[in-house]
């Protein structure tokens, strides 16, 4: 048995998630996570909001309420569309919690002690209006180049060109408006990322099992222009993990907090700490996790994002535990997937196009949307979502091949059985070439999904099915049953079997859909299958099951055109 650590790339705070970014990291986090439970290895599973920054300021501002109820608020509705999807984390934990904010403190102080926090001051604008600076984005002003009238501090979304705050014409803050704008002396602390940056050469050389995505895009940003670059981990924000606190090597920083992208990876840790609290467990229970002086040199770690999430986690995170000169447990294996696109053009959270979490769940079941996310994963490239191709997903896949044959076997054998696992007769050539076939596919499945190449799993799992459909169309029990009841009742014994081996080897992919198959089976026994043919004998004659309720419905094209209209704007 191993011990497998599993992380997820944060959610942010400001909002509900779409369906992109669920396939991007929590999604196939999941599908992950429950493979290796069912395979019998120890797993933690650790997900969180990100909630500091401010964008989370700024959304609270607009709802009218404090930034610490606003995030308590959407921590809320974030963690309940996690259990609607079915996502089994082992804890979701908040990166303003009270554990990120005292070990955030530590690792700057172990990083400052260790000289690589440096200070710097800067000029920043700063807005008499709002009493605050402004991050370059938050400034809004008139393009010197193309006269674009709501060109941002960073850029103008008009022509591309890259900007400073102190090029726009007739700048204002996007917050407020206000004109009233100065640009003011400001000190902040610096990661010395640049001293570290053979140390994590050295470490991303000795990572042979990455993928060449995750290592090129790393190397990149290493060695690039001038290479790593230092970065300031500071903001002069309100909301967040207080940047002077007693015990720092460093004064004056009142007032500060630290910026976002260093505090939000170490609520990977910060969560399974928060994880042994709830659990009444002390501190070596989420030690033996990430400490390898303390238990953690046996566990695999393996980390799942966006590729634009992948420089953070190859550079900047690795550079603060590395740099911190304590034992911390690295990554081993970084998951990234691309984008998927929405029905000719991007998902868009700002805009609001695409299908968000929560509108998903209140038409379809969780599982509809898992497996279609799922199968068509954007692993190798960009994948995208058509109203169309997901109804043609859920009808054959689902509806047409697995829910069908476990409607068939179930009526045809309570109308010709009853509801038990009918005896007698004995399996033949056509029993043995589908173990032998089901045989070869199930451990390739298992390679696939060990190998986390999620589109193969799916297509494998189909096959699967397939398979099962197929020795029914041929044995074909309703025909033999006239002659040879004895032998379809050996064939309905077998398919009753089926339902309970696909329950076990879909679980991951579709939990609600498999657990209801398992219930109609009357069985509990969820061990992954060895040997094929004992998994096929484990229902002994005279098993008691129940015909389910329909698995899956099919969607109508009246539906999908439905659907596809009230998804074709911006949500409200
Ligand atoms: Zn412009």
Redesign the pocket.
Known sequence: MARILITSALPYINGIKHLGNLVGSQLPADLYARYMRARGHEVMFICATDEHGTPAEIAAAKAGKPVDEYCAEMHEVQAGLARGFAMSFDHFGRSSSQRNHVLTQHMAKTLGEAGLISEVSEEQVYSVADGRFLPDRYIEGT?P????ER?RGDQ?E????QLDPTDLINPRSAISGSTDLEVRETKHLFLRQSTLRDTLDEWIDSQTGWPVLTTSIAKKWLHDGDGLQDRGITRDLHWGVPAQFEGAPWSGMEGKVFYVWFDAPIEYIAATAEWADAQGLDDSAWERWWRTDKGADDVRYVEFMGKDNVPFHTLSFPATLIGSGEPWKLVDYIKSFNYLNYDGGQFSTSQGRGVFMDQALTILPADYWRWWLLSHAPESSDSEFTWENFQASVNKDLADVLGNLVSRVTKFCRSKFGEVVPGGGAWGPGEAALIAALSTRIRAYEGHMEAMEVRKSAGELRAIWVLGNEYLQEAAPWSTFKTDPEQAAAQIRLALNLIRLYAVLSQPFIPEAAARMMASMHCEDWSWPGDIGAALALLPEGHGFEVPEVLFAKITDEERADYAARFSGVRD
Do not use: L, Q
């Open positions: 393009c180049n193309c006269g674009y060109a103008c008009n022509c591309t060109k």
